[in-house]
């Protein structure tokens, strides 16, 4: 008997893997990454002649939770028409009876490798901001991301900061309507999708594909209360506390940074007081919305006083004299030149 | 504050203190309320230019520049009519000119854009 070596098997199973796109417009290119529910192909659009990224579950015959939180991905990604969120495209089901969906591909890097490249910290902070202005948005139309992370940040060619992997996302009301249900007017509605090649249409998920009790998410960057599985208690504060976690990572490039271990990172004062108060245990003790998180982090880069700490008198002679360094030595050397010029004159 | 202000204020601040330097020459200290007065007269000047400048043209170097250029002529004027004096007062003039392009171009507020309207 003849066992397979594992190269084969691996190679097999890619080979199972790949998807049939038969009956759709698009041309498989290549794989490009694995992700927590699925694999990501570059494709050819054929109808519209440009490459589009293909999320797609690993294997025909997942189970139909996994097809529904995949499709919940897409119409949740749909709903977010954001600079700073990956857009959606297309959804539907290949003929193997995955599902999946096509958004725009997007090439640059992931944020922790693009990090090796930006040793300015007001540099990352900004990347930061961006990333909160993004998650913002999602909570505005009453979506957590859930997995926010290094790896779910990508940076394009040229700067742009997208936020990925809306696979784990939770929307905080049922705002998912089935397509027959009648919408208010001025509410925003998810249109069913328009579906390419033998799509399926016509089976929306609920809400929320996780259960209470089911703990989803990344250790280091999910919150306490995600952690222990309540689902249900989730709101915009357990993203806040993944933001402070990634705003760690930005500062010190520690990937194995978490709240939970506690060592206390290497910060300035003002910007361990913003990642304090994001990855607070207690969500109450957290900022209670990302805009006043990432305003914090704008007033640190302004030179203004933060929210999240009281600083001392000395401190703010510091931050002062940090803000305007360049002038207060510009005056400091015109007083030194002026008293050169008394000096030299009485001698 | 909006540029023109800071210049005014920065260039009238340092003109004064520029002239108060004079106390430490015997020589003019008679004529000590007179020096401080057109010094900040000169500074208040370099600073309002330097400040309309910023306005027109977003540029430190060119701001720089400027103030230094607009602080060496003033002081120039003032030294000729003083008949002496040349270093002690151009030099501190133009660096005053150089802080002041500085200080409006970094520091100062561009107005708002105004709102269109029909």
Redesign the interface.
Known sequence: MKFLSDKTLEHLREAAEIPDLTGTRYRLLERVARGGMGVVYIVEDERLQRRVALKVFDAPGADRDLANRLTREALVLARLEHPGIVPVHDVGTLADGRVFYTMKFVQGQRLDKYLESVASISDRLRIFVRICDAVAFAHAHLVLHRDLKPANIMVGSFGEVLVMDWGLAKLLEQQVRRPTEVADPDDTIFETPTQAGNSNAGTLPTSDATGHGTVMGTPGYMSPEQERGEIEHLDARSDIFSLGALLRFLLTSDSKASAATARKPRLDKALYAIYSKATAPNPGDRYPSVPQLAEDVSRYLDGLPIKAHHESFIEKLGRFYRRYRFFILLIGAYLLMRVLIVFFMHR | MNKVLLGLLLGAA?GA??GG?AW??PAVRSMMVGIIVGSTIKGLIAGVAAGVFARKVNSVPLGILFGLAVGFVLAFLVAYMQHGYY??II??GS??G??VG??TQ??GVAPAPASATR
């Open positions: 340092l203190i520029d330097t430490f020459t270093f002690e030099l501190p660096v005053v150089m802080i500085y200080a970094r520091y």
